[in-house]
């Protein structure tokens, strides 16, 4: 599985945006698709998760304000992020967990600023 961000880009606080994560090859029979990031002098945390029954989990930082979908008929899965802060600036990055292997996307730049 291989795995495209793109979505990410200049922001003011309080706007929004949408990540968009392609896969090279059906996602409906992977288990679990997430969102991380990573800011500068960070450790990557995890911001969301789907599993493919459609159930999705939040991290605190972002409950009521991002959503997680999948559309396996697409191929893809996306994160709308609303009233954006200066704190949700950061690389994010598309991850998948599939048949016992981890999978990354290579990221997309987020910055919140005025």
């Known amino acids: 599985v291989q795995l495209q961000a793109s979505g990410g880009g200049l922001v003011q606080p309080g706007g929004s945006l949408r990540l968009s994560c392609a896969a090279s090859?059906?996602?409906?029979?992977?288990?679990?698709m997430g969102w991380y990031r990573q800011a500068p002098g960070m450790q990557r945390e995890r911001v969301a998760y789907?599993?493919?029954?459609?159930?999705?989990n939040y991290s605190d930082f972002v409950k009521g304000r991002f959503t997680i979908s999948r559309d396996n008929a697409k191929n893809a899965v996306f994160l709308q992020m609303n009233s954006l802060k200066s704190e949700d600036t950061a690389v994010y990055y598309c991850?998948?967990?599939?048949?016992?292997?981890?999978?990354w996307g290579q990221g997309t730049q987020v910055t919140v600023s005025s």
């Open positions: 991850y998948a967990y599939h048949r016992g292997r981890d999978y």
């Open positions: 090859g059906s996602i409906s029979s992977v288990y679990y």
């Open positions: 789907i599993i493919n029954s459609g159930a999705t």
